[in-house]
Structures are given as structure tokens and as C-alpha cells.
């Protein structure tokens, strides 16, 4: 083959892109050129490689995707360089990039960097080094000057070697004067260092004067003593409240001796898992795993699952099963979670089951994690990734199945560009590598439970929770007075004399409307507080849920009803107590709160709505001596404080935990046995086609957080729509209820599944041509769809798109909808300003 196909990552503004009247297709196809192979790398180059190649005056970065006899243009440049010739794409992650430009109407070379371990800025380095062999005198002007760069270094980097000279390095190679490889800069994290101390000789201290022998000395040698070998001086502080400087001391009298050793950053080293023992299985768990071990076992068969289990239902314990068995058989899995960080019990239960087996991938990691768990991933030494999304992507070898947790959770959907869905990518990865997939939810998405209806995914149910927890519990019986009705509520399984299932915690509905006439305005319903003092009182846990963050959500004049709006989005602003401020969720923007309405100067301002600094102050008002933790994202910025917070309610170090959205994901605690909803309506009402299917997956998370141990359950939910279906359904438990309701509207109206949607989004800072380029590229739309006979295509729009301004931007969107709405999409000019979401998990 004379020519390689290299998709080029060219950086933001290397290439202006999209130029008016070119269509979208094209334009995507913009980053990838044909190179000719030169003699020297004729048979060393291979698909999926990393190269350098000459592009405009500087070399960039690229990855081989074919090769072929001949050119389409006539003049072409030669590769450069192998970058590393191991492979950083296999085939099969090649084609797995091609469908994802082709699904979500992204470049490549957007897909491609999905794949790559390293940032765009983290260039190869190219080093040059003297080989020792000497050309004489022969040099001319420029190698001279060029070998003088060699001064005291062994070796120089060719980003560094003046322009004028870099002429010269290529011949330089050639006659072997000098020697050129190429290096993928090690991470920048360095190694984590910990200090340790070793006990020497404990005599050496009595042979001090009397002054020496304090007490603080003996104290860190009778320590030491009991110590096998060296430990962590940080265990030596805890225990005997010394310092470095007391440590320093006794190494200078020979007492004890320091030394370094270097961590692994592992992200989960230094955590210690208790290997727990599979449990037996329930009989609802074993049907649904003979199902799947019959798929893991037959590899003429895979096959995509979906486990709609209930919320504690032990879905979890079946993908621990499935992974064993992907291991036993020399394979390895992948587990996606929608945000790590918010799961960390769920971590624990796959470090607990397969030690130093996992490794874990997520965006809070440093490069230096990151680079390294790759790099063990592509040399075959991983035998399971968790992680978010992008985990998706880690270059696993020998795949055999793919988790993935909570599958109906819009985080799996990338929200930059490429807009790709990990649950769709993750089955077609899948089905290309012959895989198994399970996807497991309480809430299954829509979309995914109808594929399951019609048989193109098999579907697994477990309807009935299991008891988990019995141990812990058990352990707590002496000092804890269950009561006999409590007992009652499970029912003995039989044949499995260790799992119980236990009853799914009733869900009262708080009618809001009711408790304003009744002259209730606290945010908790009468309902809802008699039920706090009650759990309280008998030292259990309520968690308290809320839709929003912020301590008022809207401020807004009482006499003209001016609602405060950000200046630069129009959102209206939220106001948070501490520091008295009103905060743009959007741009961040922050302004003081107003003592005058701007438009009518009434000084009558009111703060409407709550949020959970708000729920915490009404909570030290009626409860003064609960202890209350906050959860929801702006108490939690740094690595480790979801841990932090999470850990404190575990350790039962507070009866009362609120939060917002994250904490309906996964939390699975004993003594949790009262939820609070104070406000379900909070999404309803969004002009969303999916805000509904929110709603009712919310809920019925949240609630599901309630009632996980023998100890029994309970949820409220306040409501000011407690006839609607999504809060109906979802206080019955009824899924399918649920389902039938949400799906007929879907057919009505022409919505997913039974269409497709493709969202294009524009954003420009000028309101007039916002408006004007919307409408040419809707009238585009229009007119092919006419010309070429397109009835089963319409569009929605243009028009503002809900949150109509962002960051001082005007944002205008058009909808296309249809089964094949691609190739119309395609087809039309996009310039620069618009972004195309094919399949949106939300269209606000
Ligand atoms: P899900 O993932 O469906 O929410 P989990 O797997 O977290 O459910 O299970 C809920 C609880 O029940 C956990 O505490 C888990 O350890 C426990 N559990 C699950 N399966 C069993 C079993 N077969 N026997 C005993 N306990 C179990
Ligand atoms: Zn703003
Ligand atoms: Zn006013």
C-alpha cells in the first residue's frame, strides 16, 4: 500500500471549519487526509497507530485509518513518524468510531479522541541524541550549528531546535549522526510518596540522659514495639500525638529509622475492602442469572439484558455473579455507573468482591491515574473497569460483558460534542466484540423497556426487594428495641433461608393544596413531621429530598411581580444565604440581593420557593436537637467530600440528610427508614417531552432510598399535583402503569421510540441573526423536505430554546423528527455557532 488514511487532530483553529453552503456531511469529513508512505515506514506502519505528519507549517498528531494503492488528490505529503507503534486503536475500536461519527453526526476524529488516553495538549515528545559516530569536517554551516545545541546534553528535544536548523536533524538521521525516538511524556503527577518508621533499637533510648526519657519518647517506643516492621508515620501521630520533629530525634539517636516508599496512585489504594463471600441467592436473583450465565456461556448468542429489578432488589449482586463468570472464562468486563463520584458504595461492593482485580476510571482522576490505568488496560493487566461514560472506551482486550448501572440515567449521554449515548455505543461495541450486555434499572428508559417489550432486548424482572443488611441489624438488636410488627412485614423465602425479600416501603401522597387551606405553611406537611418526630425519637435516619439547590429559588417583587433575572442569560437568578447572594446557575454570574424592585422600586421583596439550606434552617426550627448533614453541589467541590458527607450518615453521626438530585442515586442504608419528597412538582411542568419520565424515575429512586433493612420504611411525597399520573404510579410502585401511560403518549405525538429526534442547537451573541440564520436553516430543512418527498419528516421550530440565553449568548433550536432524520441533517449547511444532538436526553 503507497497511502495511509490519517484523520488529523487539528486544534481548535488550525482549520476554520464549516463554511456557509457546505453541507454538514462534508464538512465533517474535513480533518481526514491521505499521507504517502515513505520507504523507511513502508512496512512498520498499522492501522489504528498514532503518527506525525506534516500539516500547513507544523506537524500534528494522527490516527492511520486506512490504507489504499491509490490517492484521490495528486500532491500528497509523507508521514513523518510512528509516534509508538503499538497500536492506541484496535480495528475494532476504529469501526466503533466510524459508527459513532456516522450516529451522532459528529468528525472522526470527535469520535477518535473519545479513544485516546491523553489530552490534546499533551503532545509526543521527539528526542535527538548523538549516536558517537562523527561526520568529520564535513559539516556545513547549519549541522555545525545545530550539533553545538549538544552542549552538555545528552539529549535535545526537536520542539526545541531552532526552526532554521530543523532542515538539518533528517539528514543528520540518516548518516546516523544522530538518533531521533520518540517518547509520550510521562504523566505529570509525580509518584506519591509516603514516610514510614521502623523501630531499630529501643535500648538506644535508655542510654540517654534522663532528659530524653519524656514521656512523649517512650510513649512512640512502646508503640513502635508492637509494631511489626515499618508503618506509616501518620499512624504513629495518631496514636501517640507526636511529630515529625519527635520521629526526626529518635533516628538521630539511633532509635528508630525513617524511610520513604512509593504509593501506586491507584485511586482506590489505601482502601480497605472487606472480601465479602457471594451471598446465596433469592429465587427471583437465580432466574434472572440463569438467564444471563446461559448468554455469558454461549458465545454464538450474545445478548443485551435488561434487568428491571426494583429498586433493592439485588441487581448488583447480579453483576457481581456475571463478572465472575466473565473472569473465570479469561475475559474481562467493563461496569458504567452514571457518576462515579456519586457512587462510592457501589465501588466498595466491586473492590469487596474482586480485590486488586478493578480499576476505576472517572474525571476527578489526575492524568497521572489516568495515563496509567489506560496503559494497564491496553497491556491486558485490568480485568475490570468501573467508571463513568468514558470508561467505556478503556482498550480492553478481551471484552465479555458491559454493566450498565441505572441505565436510565441521562448522565450516559455526553452533553459536548460528540453527543454520544454510552448505552447505545456500549451495545454496538458489544455486539462488533461479541459481548453480553446488561443493563439494570428500577426505571428502565422508556425507549430501552420497549426494545425489551418487542424482544430485541431480553428482559429480566425482579419484582420484590430483598432484606439486605440482616448482619448489621443483627448486630444492633441487643442495644435496639425492634418491634414485633416490624418482624412481621418480610416474608421467609423458603428455599433460601438466608435472603428474605422484604416489602417495598409505602408511599404517602401529601396533598400540598390541602395543608395551605389547613393554615400549614411550613414546608413540611403535618404528615411528614409527625412522621420525622416519630423516626427520630427511635434514633433511625430520614432523608429529606429536594428538587433544587439554593436556599429560595426565584426573588421576586410582591407588587409588580418582576421576577430577578440574570443580566446576562435572562435566568431567573437563585438566592443562596450564605454570603446574601443571587447566583446564575447558568454563567455563575452573582449579584447582591436587591433591596428595591428595579422596575417599580417597591422595597416589598419576596424569596419563593426552597432549597436546602432553607430545609436545613426549618429543620433546626422544628427539630433543635436532630443532627442534619446537606448533600447537593455546593458543599461538594473537592475529591473526596461526596465521600466525606456520605460516610458521616453512614457512620450515623446525623439523623437527617439533605440533599438534591444525587442523592436518589444508589445509597443503601440500613437504618434509613423514612424519605421526605418536599416537592415532586418541580420537573413536571418543564416543557420537555421526557420531564415526565423524569419525574417518575426520581420519585421512585428517591423512595427507594427508604426501607432497605428489616427495620422497614416509609416515603412521603408532597405534591401540589397528587393526581397526576407519574406521582401515582410511582406511590404504587407500578412501573408498568407507568410504562403504558407514558408510551401511548409517545405514539400520539410522534416521540421516541417511535421517531427519532435530532436537536440542532444555535448559540450567537447577536439576538437579530440568531433569529435570521435559525430561520435560513429552517427553511432549508423545509424546502428538501418538500423537493425531495419527505413526509415522514417534520420539524419543531425555530424557536428560543427554554433557556434562551446562555453566557451572554442567544440560543435558538430546530427540532427534526423522524425515523431516518440523518440524511437530511446532513445534508444541510451548519456553520460555525450550530451544534446537532441526535438523539437529545432533553430537549430544554
Ligand atoms: P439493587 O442493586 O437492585 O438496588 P442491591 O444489589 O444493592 O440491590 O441489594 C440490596 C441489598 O440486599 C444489599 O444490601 C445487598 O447486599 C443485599 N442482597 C442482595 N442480594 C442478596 C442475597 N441474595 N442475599 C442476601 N443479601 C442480598
Ligand atoms: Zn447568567
Ligand atoms: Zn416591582
Redesign the pocket.
Known sequence: MKYAQIVVNTPLGVTQSREENVPLAESLRERTFTYAIPERLADKLALGQLVWVPFNVRRLQGVVIAFSDSSPVAETKDVDEIVDPRPFLSEIHLDLARWIAREYLCSLNDAIQLMLPLGVEQTPKILLALTGKSLGEDLTEKQAAFMALFENKPEIELGNVPRDLRGTVDSLVRHEIISKRTVIPPPRAKPRRVKSVRLVNADALALQGPKELSGRYRAIVDFLKNEDGAIWVSAVYANTDCTLAHLRRLETLGVVALEEEEVMRDSLAGRVFDVVEP????TE?QAAWEAIEFGIRNEQTPTTFLLH??????????YLRALDEILAQGKQGLALVPEISLTPQTIR?FGARFPNRIAVVHSKLSEGERYDTWRRCRDGLVDIVIGARSALFAPLPRLGLIVL?EEHDPAFKQETVPHYHARETAIELARRVGACVIL?S?TPDLETYYRATRGEIKLLE?PQ??????QVIANEITNYQLPKRKLALHKLDDE?A??RYLDLPPIDIVDLRAELKAGNRSMFSRALQREMTRVLAAKEQVILFLNRRGSATFVLCRDCGNVFKCKRCNNPMTYHGVGDSLICHHCNRRDRVPTQCPVCKSARIRYFGVGTEKVEQEIQNLFPQAKTLRWDFDVTRGKESHEEILENFVQRRADILVGTQMIAK?L?LPFVTLVGVISADTALNLPDFRSTERTFQLLTQVA?RAG?SILGGKVIVQTYNPDHYAIQAASHHDYRAFYEREIAFRREQGYPPFNRLIRLVLTHPNAKQAQAESARVHRALATRIAQRGLPALDLIGPAPAFFAKERGQFRYQILVRGREPHALVADIALPFGWRVDVDPVSVL
Open positions: 451471598p446465596m441467592l433469592t436473583q429489578g426494583v429498586t433493592g432488589s439485588g441487581k448488583t449482586e447480579i461492593r448501572d439494570g428500577a425482579m426487594r430483598v432484606m439486605g443488611h440482616a433460601h438466608d435472603a444508589g443503601d427507594g432497605r
